[in-house]
């Protein structure tokens, strides 16, 4: 249950009881009523604005309907008091026997809960990664791939129909720059001797078994030939190798996407000539030249000569964009469109990607463009993803020598674990930067918010153990009654609280609230296992106490079984016991 939308429900049925009534007028528009926790949690469990919404169009003070409003509402069951607050904010306090069922629920639905049907089925498509195949994937490259693998996790916990998909830039110039760098080293690999990587190629040695490999099974036969003959083919079998790689290290880090489509494929199908015949039928296409930015360096796509040009200011966006240059080559951004009305095509209304902090520019021509292409019937997120800052003990990491400039991905995963780079990567919102600390990620202590949430789980899983792991269906007959404790109660809410975190954080595409919310509640548990360390009478276990041992049971099992649920959801594995 998500209690905010039930008790959300509450309020609008008694709303519509009182105007049946004849206490305030009929019609009212409900829509805008908010049902949430109070800020300070000493002024109640749920607060409701409704009486400040209603007030005007019913022609009533806001306390005075607040005070019509509240009588009914602390005459609900589960309700034990309704105060009137400030202008008009409606403050409950929920029974306890309220949040006893909650515990029991959770004990009763298991992993499921927190499941949601806020999507109602709908398909989203998530975009992430998309690095070009031109290397290893990076750092950098680390944050934007857990942010959109929890994100599209916690989209599907929300009942959305979740398609992951990476775009393959596998087109431009960046990929012949690839084949020539692989060229590079076939020829070292038949014996030829390189001083230095030429200026513009890529230098890392991840291509030295691409080239290996072509020597091995072509032996010499492009070594002198002519670029325009070899320069496919190694192109091609490049890709290849780096999608290859780039596969091996996403399913290091717990990733498989469901579609990988390729930019050259859409190219060769004629999905860009699409987009130019869709955008030109509806006069949203024209021949111009564009001002040169005021201020920076111009990007890559714009010339001091007329190009066609797309009318994304008609959508949103801060100038028009070109589609073609006046070569009659496509720019980057025209493939791009071609790659989401392909989405568009393949039914996705919605659709959100993952970029990095590189690509702030992008996001209102990206969104301009979609909603064009879908004449306003889809609609397009984009989280822009700030830098990580890799630190060891202190100081930034060395680079990566196999890789070249840069630390890899893989690196990254050898040197602290899977899940703790999925978990760190989510400790702070994706638009802010953060420093990630290889010493601090293994370091166990409070301080170390993944060490703080896993130590909760086993914690609790050391109690189960020591009763014996009794069947869940077991824990949810005991007599919740006996759990009394401030603290214990405190630990119920916020256990309740997660099945608003899954639709708050999947509305808002905000996947970093999960693994704060998981922190929080493992705050909440360590806190009340503190107080039994102190208060014999509030161990989990007591000998001398069946029924309050019983209860307490159920308390554990129940957040374990919440942990575990989030944890799920940011791709983690729950640890048993920590040594």
């Known amino acids: 249950m998500n209690l905010f939308q039930h008790f959300h429900t509450e309020v609008t049925r008694l709303i519509g009881a009182m105007a049946a009534d004849g206490d305030i007028p009929t019609g009212l528009e409900t829509a805008r009523i908010s049902v949430e926790a109070p800020r300070d949690a000493t ?31 602390r005459r609900l069951d589960d309700v034990t008091e309704a105060m009137v607050a400030g202008p008009g904010f409606i403050n409950l306090r929920l029974a306890d026997g309220f949040w006893r069922a909650r515990l029991a629920e959770i004990l009763s639905v298991g992993g499921a809960y927190g499941d949601s049907q806020l999507g109602n089925g709908q398909s989203i498509n998530v975009e992430y990664v998309s690095a070009n195949p031109t290397g290893p994937l990076h750092v950098a490259h680390a944050r934007g791939a857990v942010v959109g693998d929890v994100l599209a996790r916690l989209m599907a916990k929300a009942g959305f129909a979740v398609t992951k998909e990476y775009y393959i830039n596998d087109a431009g110039a960046q990929v012949d720059v690839l084949a020539r760098s692989a060229h590079l080293r076939y020829r070292q690999a038949l014996g030829g001797e390189i001083d230095e990587i030429p200026e513009g190629m890529y230098p890392g040695g991840y291509l030295v078994p691409v080239g290996q490999a072509i020597a091995d099974s072509e032996g ?49 199908a004629g999905a860009v000539d699409a987009v130019f015949d869709n955008l030109s039928a509806r006069d949203l296409i024209y021949t111009g030249v564009l001002e040169p930015p005021k201020g920076k360096p111009p990007p890559e796509d714009w010339e001091p000569r007329p190009q066609s040009l797309f ?53 209102k021509r990206m969104k ?64 802010s930067q953060m420093e990630f600390d290889l010493v601090k990620a293994v370091e166990q202590s409070r301080e170390n918010p993944v ?47 997660w099945p608003r975190v899954v639709e708050g954080a999947a509305e808002a595409h905000e996947p970093h609230r999960v693994a704060n919310y998981l922190h929080d509640l493992a705050s909440n548990f360590h806190g009340l296992w503190n107080k039994g360390n102190d208060d014999a009478s509030l161990r989990f276990i007591r000998d001398d106490a069946p029924e309050e041992t019983g209860a307490r049971l159920a308390l554990v099992g129940a957040t374990a079984t919440v942990i575990v649920s989030g944890l799920d959801v940011l791709g983690v594995t729950p640890v048993e016991e920590l040594r």
């Open 43 to 73: 002024h109640g469990d749920v607060t409701t604005n409704a009486a400040m919404v209603l007030a005007k169009p019913a022609a009533m003070k806001p306390r005075d309907l607040a005070d019509r409003l509240a009588d009914r509402l």
């Open 220 to 268: 010499d036969k492009w070594r002198d030939a002519p670029e325009a003959d070899w320069l496919d083919h190694f192109r091609d079998v490049a890709t290849d190798a780096m999608m290859a790689q780039i596969r091996e290290d996403l399913s290091a880090l717990g990733i498989q996407h469901d579609v990988f489509t390729s930019e050259k494929a859409l190219l060769a």
């Open 311 to 363: 009318r994304a200011t008609r959508f949103g966006d801060d100038v028009d964009r070109p589609l073609k240059k006046s070569d009659g080559a496509w720019t980057y951004f025209a493939n791009d469109i071609a790659n989401h009305l392909d989405k568009y095509r393949r039914g996705f209304t919605r659709m959100i990607d993952i970029f990095g902090a590189d690509h702030g520019g992008y996001v």
């Open 368 to 431: 301009a463009a979609v909603t064009a292409v879908s004449e306003g019937r889809a609609e397009l997120d984009v989280k822009l993803c700030q830098m990580v800052h890799l630190m060891q003990d202190g100081q930034p990491m060395r680079m990566s020598k196999r890789a070249g400039n840069f630390v890899t991905l893989r690196d990254l995963i050898d040197e602290v674990g899977r899940d703790v780079v999925r978990f760190l990567m989510l400790t702070r919102k994706n638009d």
């Open 451 to 497: 060490f703080y949430v896993q130590y909760a789980h086993a914690r609790c899983r050391s109690v189960l153990r020591q009763a014996g792991d009794p069947d869940p269906a077991a824990l949810a007959s005991a007599d919740l009654t006996r759990l009394v404790d401030p603290a214990e109660l405190d630990l119920i809410k916020s256990m309740a609280a």
